[in-house]
């Protein structure tokens, strides 16, 4: 793609990220969030992350924001700290135009030049393209939480899917 430039957030993208981020929130069941972020917020959110030493990436088309992809803590206790949970979001408008691949391999690649053990992807169910997305990149599924989200009057399952890094 040209003019594609994949780079290190900055709390500057934070209303960037909350206009990515809050359409998902607002209209899809694929963030569990019912109440939409604010850019002070989604800063916050940036900072925790980037304090934590985890990679939080930005992907732009000629300058401008097209997508964000990020990774957190797995779990707080200290065994976990190999695992990490990692999240992408692209504009509406930004799907198909093969930005979501490059963005989620730099992200890749920066866990597991970190050590990162493991990588686990959350994913509402269904979601077919969501699936097939991550396991193009070698994610498997290893867990299926029945009913464990309830958003717009029903009922949500969520599947986790792992990647093992640096085997």
């Known amino acids: 793609m040209p003019n ?4 290190p957030a900055t709390l500057a993208d934070a209303a960037a990220f909350a206009a990515i981020y809050n359409p998902y929130v607002a209209t899809t069941t694929i963030s569990f969030e019912e109440i939409e972020v604010a850019a002070d917020d989604m ?4 900072e925790h992350t980037l304090e934590a030493g ?7 088309t000629s300058g401008e924001v097209m997508g964000y992809a990020y990774a957190s803590k797995w779990k707080e206790r200290s065994a976990y700290r190999h695992s990490v949970e990692s999240s992408i979001y692209l504009r509406e408008d930004a799907a ?15 866990l597991r030049a970190q050590g990162v053990h493991a990588v686990m992807g959350g994913i509402t169910q269904p979601n077919e393209a969501s699936v097939r997305f991550h396991e193009r ?7 299926l939480f029945p009913e464990v989200g309830y958003k717009f009057g029903r009922w949500i399952d969520v599947g986790y899917w792992q990647l093992l890094l640096n085997r």
Request: aromatic residues 10%; positive net charge.
């Open 137 to 143: 990149f070698g994610f498997r599924q290893v867990a």
């Open 4 to 7: 594609l430039l994949i780079r």
């Open 54 to 60: 985890l990679p939080w990436l930005v992907v732009e």
């Open 96 to 110: 198909g135009k093969g930005l979501a691949r490059p963005l989620y391999e730099a992200l890749l690649s920066r």
């Open 43 to 46: 800063a916050r959110r940036i």
